[in-house]
């Protein structure tokens, strides 16, 4: 008998692109070369004002700290945004530099011998100078830090946190441990925010006046994976002892919403296993892992027979422990996957970089619950969301997922009204929908969210039965090249321009399906 399908996936996350895939319907989600700061002296010339600005910063916060943009001068690679987010951050990515927040407070003290931890040491210099010297000599310790990650110095690596922060250098330690088991292709850090946040009262006297804040971009690339650098989003607290800065916290933030993001290394030891087509990085033993490799290899050709080969065809799966460290590595509440066997996520900090690599992290107690036609689609669908990501920047929900849905049920021998059996259920109550799945319908708080994906798959089989395979993926290459401001209107385009259709009609099309096909 078949086995049944896999449960309701979940939805986009503002922590980035989530594509989570659900234990009870086979099919997964699910959607839901930046250089270092330099002093101003070395910097290159600006742009004229006004300055686009990172988020959460506000005109005329400009100061010293501005960043200049490598990624300007390349083009993006088909990840578009809406009007609205291309108005707040979407020109970052455009514009020549960064405009770097700054909040009133003693500038920090600079790294001049004989200092100590007491007073601000720094009051009888120029308040521009104290300020470039301190943060000239934090690129320095971030530059020594990466170069430690990259010449697998542990005691270079330790050598640039505070020697009275034990249980960070505790935590530290055990992290280096295991992130040098990762074939990585570069490592570097760059400054993006001054002062995010203010020391809580207690730490601010423990660390003394010196003391100060920063948010800070962890890039990386695995050596023949990742196409562009991931990106981690970290905080840091700053300490001068002895003349010496270093870092003493990445976690004094906390309270305040500014949490580091968290990578693999940080949870455990990883265990490395390549496939021919997968790289897998997990917590677990080689024995353990091998088969999520054998799964991934399996998938990748599937997804590129209907897809196309315009893609690397090379994905990294993350297997954590648990699903509590599936939704630490995730950045999202505790319990928000309770019901998602995998997701896909692009890492990269903030929603508007598209530069940044996919992970599809898997939740392993529920993983263990599939069979093995669930977990081929699980992971078909995942794969999906990886190779179609760079040309899915205007494409409604419905269709990402319901075509993620159709690759992955391609050649699985399940049918279609056990599929369908939520949706078709419904249909047969009089509850047919007369819209197609639309965002909101694939929040994880719907209690119809199964009835979402399998409407979402059902619009994109009928159009693959009726017109062709290669049409339905043209038509989602087609909406996915749109520019991101009227999405209705890009579909619409694009449904008269391939099927000679309009959205309206192609719903009456679908709703008559549902009603056939439920009957």
Same mark, same amino acid.
């Given at each position: 008998a078949p086995e049944p399908a896999a449960g309701p996936h979940g939805p986009q996350h503002p922590a980035g692109p989530q594509h989570p895939a659900g234990p009870q319907h086979p099919a997964g989600p699910q959607h839901p070369a930046e250089r270092p700061w330099v002093p101003p002296e070395a910097q290159p010339a600006l742009p004229p004002k006004p300055r686009e600005l990172l988020p959460g910063a506000q005109q005329g916060e400009w100061d010293d700290w501005t960043h200049w943009n490598a990624a300007a001068d390349r083009p993006r690679r088909g990840l578009r945004l809406g009007l609205v987010a291309a108005l707040l951050v979407g020109a970052v990515a455009t514009a020549g530099g960064l405009a770097l927040r700054a909040i009133d407070r003693p500038d920090p003290t600079p790294a001049t011998t004989g200092t100590t931890d007491g007073p601000d040491a720094a009051a009888s210099q120029p308040g521009l100078e104290a300020t470039t010297a301190a943060r000239a000599a934090l690129l320095d310790l971030l530059d020594a830090r990466a170069a430690a990650v990259l010449a697998k110095d542990k005691a270079a690596y330790l050598a640039t946190m505070d020697p009275k922060a034990t249980g960070f250098r505790a935590r530290q330690s055990k992290a280096f441990d295991s992130?040098? #088991?990762?074939?990585?292709? &570069?490592? %570097?850090?760059?400054? @993006?925010?001054?002062?995010? /946040?203010?020391?809580?009262?207690?730490?601010?006297?423990?660390?003394?006046?010196?003391?100060?804040?920063? #948010?800070?971009?962890?890039?990386? %690339?695995?050596?023949?994976?990742?196409? +562009? !650098?991931?990106?981690? !989003?970290?905080?840091?607290?700053? =300490?001068?002892?002895?003349? *010496?800065?270093?870092? +003493? &916290?990445?976690?004094?933030?906390?309270?305040?919403?500014? &949490?580091?993001?968290?990578?693999?290394?940080?949870?455990?030891? $990883?265990?490395?296993?390549?496939? @021919?087509?997968?790289?897998?990085?997990?917590? *677990?033993?080689?024995?353990?892992?091998?088969? /999520?490799?054998? #799964?991934?290899?399996?998938? =990748?050709?599937?997804?590129? !027979?209907?897809?196309?080969?315009?893609?690397?065809? !090379? =994905?990294?799966?993350?297997?954590?422990?648990?699903?509590?460290?599936? %939704?630490?590595?995730?950045?999202?509440? #505790?319990?928000?996957?309770?019901? $998602?066997? +995998?997701?896909?996520?692009?890492?990269?900090?903030?929603? &508007?970089?598209?530069?940044?690599g996919d992970r599809v992290i898997i939740n392993p107690s529920l993983w263990a619950q599939l069979g093995s036609y669930g977990r081929r689609v699980v992971m078909t669908h995942e794969i999906t969301h990886v190779a179609t990501h760079d040309a899915s920047g205007s494409t409604p929900t419905w269709l990402s997922e319901g075509f993620a849905d159709y690759v992955a049920y391609v050649g699985v021998p399940v049918s279609v009204p056990v599929i369908g059996q939520d949706l078709f259920a419904s249909v047969r109550r009089g509850r047919l929908p007369r819209t197609l799945p639309t965002s909101r319908d694939f929040a994880p708080s719907n209690d119809r969210l199964a009835e979402a994906y399998e409407g979402a798959w059902l619009a994109c089989k009928l159009l693959a039965d009726r017109y062709g395979e290669d049409q339905l993926v043209k038509f989602y290459r087609m909406v996915g090249e749109a520019d991101g401001i009227d999405e209705a209107d890009e579909v619409d385009q694009a449904f008269q321009s391939v099927f000679e259709l309009t959205t309206k009609k192609f719903t009456g099309q679908w709703r008559s399906y549902l009603r056939d096909l439920a009957e």
């Open positions: 992130l040098i #088991e990762l074939p990585l292709r &570069s490592w %570097e850090y760059a400054v @993006t925010v001054a002062d995010p /946040f203010e020391l809580p009262a207690d730490r601010r006297i423990a660390l003394g006046t010196s003391a100060w804040t920063v #948010e800070v971009a962890l890039r990386y %690339e695995l050596d023949g994976f990742d196409q +562009a !650098k991931s990106r981690l !989003k970290l905080y840091y607290t700053v =300490v001068q002892r002895n003349g *010496r800065w270093y870092i +003493a &916290s990445d976690r004094d933030g906390a309270d305040t919403g500014r &949490s580091s993001q968290v990578g693999l290394w940080d949870l455990g030891k $990883i265990t490395v296993v390549r496939g @021919t087509h997968s790289l897998v990085l997990g917590l *677990r033993s080689t024995a353990q892992l091998r088969p /999520f490799a054998v #799964e991934a290899d399996a998938a =990748v050709p599937r997804v590129t !027979k209907i897809w196309g080969s315009d893609w690397p065809a !090379k =994905v990294i799966i993350v297997v954590p422990n648990s699903q509590s460290q599936m %939704e630490r590595l995730a950045g999202v509440d #505790e319990g928000y996957y309770d019901q $998602i066997a +995998a997701v896909t996520r692009r890492e990269n900090g903030r929603d &508007s970089d598209e530069s940044a």
